[in-house]
Antibody, heavy 115, light 108 residues
Framework: QVQLQESGPGLVKPSETLSLSCTVSGYSISSGYYWGWIRQPPGKGLEWIGSIYHSGSTYYNPSLKSRVTISVDTSKNQFSLKLSSVTAADTAVYYC????????WGQGTLVTVSS | EIVLTQSPGTLSLSPGERATLSCRASQSVTSNYLAWYQQKPGQAPRLLIYGASSRATGIPDRFSGSGSGTDFTLTISRLEPEDFAVYYCQQYGSSPRTFGQGTKVEIK
């Protein structure tokens, strides 16, 4: 059973960097698939942030590209998201997911940007 | 960037009725890489359909997807009480991946 679990601070100050990790169990990241991040502001729809292939190739949403870094640590079976220079507009539930068609999702973690 | 437009915004139906949800793309979706998700309050989205018409593992056969190119449809043949939720389409054939704005299926 593939499971994903997001972790990281629930509160980030404006202008700082949001950092989240996604730990995968039941499947080895190094075996394949894209691994991605999606976010959902409160009461709104879904926004794709970016994806990383198991080899390390990355694809980012152009609207966030200048602020986003996604990396993978196959030794920990984790992948991570960093979003710099955050503002209140970055307040959202952040999800990690497997594959371009997102067949497995984490439960999501709410990140609030506030001083 | 491919823009996905879902209609209607809200669908008010009774249990047992048929639901038809539309997703229209601003340009052709590569290889019909179009997925549908169901999301209930407080939960992560759940994959229903991928590749426009293939049901994901464990999804009941009352859910079906159809379409190609720029026009796609999700059909729920007979609504069960647990089907009332928000549904999103997503294209994953080109980058950036994009989602539709969602259709809420509510109890009439």
């Amino acid at each position: 059973q593939v499971q994903l679990q997001e972790s990281g601070p629930g509160l980030v100050k404006p202008s700082e960097t949001l950092s989240l990790s996604c730990t995968v169990s039941g499947y080895s990241i190094s075996s394949g698939y894209y691994w991605g991040w999606i976010r959902q502001p409160p009461g709104k729809g879904l926004e794709w942030i970016g994806s990383i292939y198991h080899s390390g190739s990355t694809y980012y949403n152009p609207s966030l590209k200048s602020r986003v870094t996604i990396s993978v640590d196959t030794s920990k079976n984790q992948f991570s998201l960093k979003l710099s220079s955050v503002t209140a507009a970055d307040t959202a539930v952040y999800y990690c997911a497997r594959s371009s068609s997102c067949d497995y999702w984490g439960q999501g973690t709410l990140v609030t940007v506030s001083s | 960037e491919i823009v996905l437009t879902q209609s209607p915004g809200t669908l008010s139906l009774s249990p047992g009725e048929r639901a038809t949800l539309s997703c229209r793309a601003s340009q052709s979706v590569t290889s019909n890489y179009l997925a549908w998700y169901q999301q209930k309050p407080g939960q992560a989205p759940r994959l229903l359909i991928y590749g426009a018409s293939s049901r994901a593992t464990g999804i009941p056969d009352r859910f079906s997807g159809s379409g190609s190119g720029t026009d796609f449809t999700l059909t729920i043949s007979r609504l069960e009480p647990e089907d009332f939720a928000v549904y999103y389409c997503q294209q994953y054939g080109s980058s950036p991946r994009t989602f539709g704005q969602g259709t809420k299926v509510e109890i009439k």
